[in-house]
């Protein structure tokens, strides 16, 4: 698995504490920052259409609702039909006709049909990357009409009307609208590791289906990594057998998964990455490796030596076999190796790899992997395949119709763009470091003024949220996943200047509804879980106060778990206070939107104060409450006994914050170092979560350190003192 690296990246900005200044930008100058220019939203919709016009009237949706066809009737078509209809009967209630097979009605008479779908072709059997994905969608009061040049187009329709219908006290209905729409980028993803820890059929299916809802086309298998081998392989049974302790998908569960993602026009594409990342290959076949064996499954987490030895005739004879296999398996036109973090111990070890270097004119171990990916390549053309791989697969010598997976930043993907390869984005996308929403949403493949040439910007293909599995089981993946993958898949999908993050947090809540009525667990997992935590004796109102309190709490960023939780791995229980916390605390952001009214307003305002006061009042009560109850009485909430700690002095310093804002007058000598040093011990995380609420507090803070002298800035210098003040670089003291 590619790290991320942060020093390259085009959208996070790593800080101590978690990226605070990213953070109080977000939540606390919103208004005047981000949603500047952009375009703000009218209705629910996620992805938003290319083109969206809501007129007046609504079309009434009641039992009496009936559907026709004009043009062909493609399969995928009738299917994802009916799970639009099943998925409208689930919310609202209502039964529509069925037929006596149990399917749903057609009515013979398009003209008096309240949804008409017209598709003019039934597209390809295999979803296909140059797919034609438009649609326009005309509903008034009378009829809806759904019309696509193929089936696959229809298909993103049915989710655009599985999201517009409402309701209200006189009933169901879908909003009159005018719609044409079509995606930005034709390559929009998801990867998910299923190595690390193993996912299994159910997992990867609920997944598929939150996908299709927000018109997500690529779903990426990362299947080989040192933790486990995760795929049958028949002509090769030692690797699977071998390489991952019995948790694998047999190739008829693979067919079954392809052929579902592709009923809701997704692709499948596969990863086996190689040459590195290799462990899980070589303990079923230790002569492949570029040192002695016997290896054994790693069970920790990081990078390791294992590589498969390129000099060795016998990896391309079983490489040939079992891609082969795997071509055959695997309709789409990409295979993924891979190709990152080698780290060239074994390589760098080995006289007889050095000598080959040498005889070879390879120059040096990048020199070797480039051979290695050019015999690959051959290997995968022989059977029809196109070779994908991570930013490290890039040399001179890479053959030419390959593509660059970048993970590493914006540099990466100019450099392949500039050779002429095409590339798909995931540098900010790493939904599993934990990062808010925003930050993801923000992240633009081709952002504006993109230094790309013209022609450059026509080889991003898009983009790809990547979900690596150390920290997640098959209970809580999905909490990582979504809703947060929605805001990805609207910026992959819907043109570049809608970029309002306060309209997107709007419309996310929403569409988080949505994605739990087609099974996904991202919210329904915690109830379970803070359970499991509070133990058996847990009243009701503990367990309302263990949830207020999770609310409140974020999984620490980056690779920060790993430096807190230095001992687990394969073997955890992942069922912690950083497993029930969510990476993007709502309550966290309100509470940052009401510091951000305060200090952009009147300072001594108690209509704007009185809610920040009310937040701090809760949290007081809430750590008293749970610091003489379960962080005492339950083993498991130990752990939060710190954290809970930390709640009071965060509600104390922001108590003090407004009293002196109400004041008028200027703190005590020593307050304002006094209280931000309390903030900063506070922020310290436990149990590998911290508060995000630390960073509206020190804006408060600071804003209160000048409250005599808040008639003195312009609203832009007001901003920059705070920030200064609130944040200053290392080693500057905090000043106006």
Known sequence: MPPMNFSAMSSFDPLPRAGSRRLLLAGCF???????????????????????????GRLAVAGDFSVAWRGPVDPRL????????????????????HT??????????????????ECAGPGANVPALDEDESYTLEISPRQAVLRAPTATGALRGCATLQQLLQGDATGWFLPAVSISDRPRFPWRG??????RHWQPIEVIKRNLDGMALVKLNVLHLHLTENQGFRIESKKFPRLHEQGSDGHYFTQDQMREIIAYAAARGIRVVPEFDIPGHATAWVVGCPELASAPGPYVIERAWGVFDPVLDPTNPQVYDLLDGFLGEMAALFPDPYIHIGGDENNGVQWSANPHIQAFIRDHGLKDNAGLHAYFNSRVHAILAKYGKKLIGWDEILHPDLPAGSVIHSWRGPQGLADATARGFATVLSNGYYIDLCHPTWEHYLNDPVPPGSPLSVEQQKLVLGGEATMWSEWVTPETIDSRIWPRTAAIAERLWSPRGVRDTDDMYRRLALVSRRLEETGLAHESYLGPALRELAGDGASAADLRALRDFTDLLEPVKNYERGKQQPAANQFTPLTGLADCARPDSAAARQFAAAVDRLVRGSLADESVSSGVRASLADWKSLAQTLGSGLAVRSPRLHEAAPLVQALTVLAGVGEEALQVLASGRAPAPGWLPAELARLDQAAVPHAAVEFPVVAPLRLLVAAASLTDQRGKFSAEAWRAALQRIAFPPPGNTAAP
């Open 30 to 56: 919103l208004a005047a920052g981000f949603a500047a220019g952009a375009a703000t939203v009218k209705g629910e919709l996620m992805p938003v259409p290319a083109s969206l016009q809501f007129n007046p």
């Open 78 to 97: 009738r299917d994802g039909l009916g799970r639009l209809l099943d998925a409208v009967e689930q919310r609202t209630g209502l039964t529509f006709a």
């Open 100 to 117: 006596a097979a149990g399917g749903f009605a057609v009515a013979a008479d398009a003209a008096s049909a309240a949804l008409v779908i």
């Open 190 to 195: 998801l990867m998910i590791d299923v190595c």
